[in-house]
């Protein structure tokens, strides 16, 4: 068991909660196991969480990270991130499982609703404020359609894309963000 901190053992089950919902999903991941992870009692998920929903609440609020929108310049952002897609999908692995993990809850009958509400929250609004202009929603939603398609891309492809096709991948990759990104 861990020494008594209230914050490193909120951290530490949270982290372990975000892979055995991306490994297992809400209906298959068991608490117990993520407590054993995280090295605590599992008493302490329903003390810091409520239990099994709230945990899920939390794992899902943390894996989508709104301040990252704050951090683009607009005059960079489509060339960098069209490199990003371009790379490996486990060069970040905090990232990759943060996907996985919104995937499978997604797909999640239980767990859709709150994925819906937290995208909503957590990531297009901040989308939104960012792009803002003339049909910030519309570009907004394209954008994040864009966006997660890619994601989606470079995790089944699990390799850097190399030579000629990276070149061409990053021009029009950049061409379509930017695209949606000027008003």
Do not use: C
């Amino acid at each position: 068991m861990r020494k008594r901190d209230a914050e490193a053992t909120q951290a530490a089950i949270l982290a372990a909660a975000k892979i055995h919902f991306a490994r297992s999903g809400y209906e298959g991941a068991f608490l117990r196991d993520i407590a054993a992870d995280a090295g605590v009692d599992a008493a302490l998920i329903n003390r810091y969480f409520g239990g099994k929903d709230g945990l899920f609440a939390a794992a899902l609020k943390h894996s989508i990270r709104p301040h990252a929108f704050h951090d683009w310049q607009r005059e960079t952002f489509a060339v960098e991130m069209a490199k990003m897609m371009a790379g490996h999908a486990h060069q970040d692995m905090d990232r990759t499982h943060a996907f996985q993990f919104l995937l499978r809850a997604a797909t999640s009958p239980v767990t859709a609703p709150l994925v819906n509400a937290a995208v909503q929250e957590r990531f297009m609004g901040p989308i939104r404020a960012w792009i803002g202009g003339p049909n910030v929603e519309a570009r907004a939603r394209i954008f994040a359609a864009v966006f997660i398609g890619l994601l989606v891309e470079r995790l089944i492809r699990d390799e850097p894309l190399e030579g000629r096709e990276r070149k061409v991948f990053i021009e029009r990759t950049a061409a379509v963000l930017q695209s949606l990104v000027e008003a």
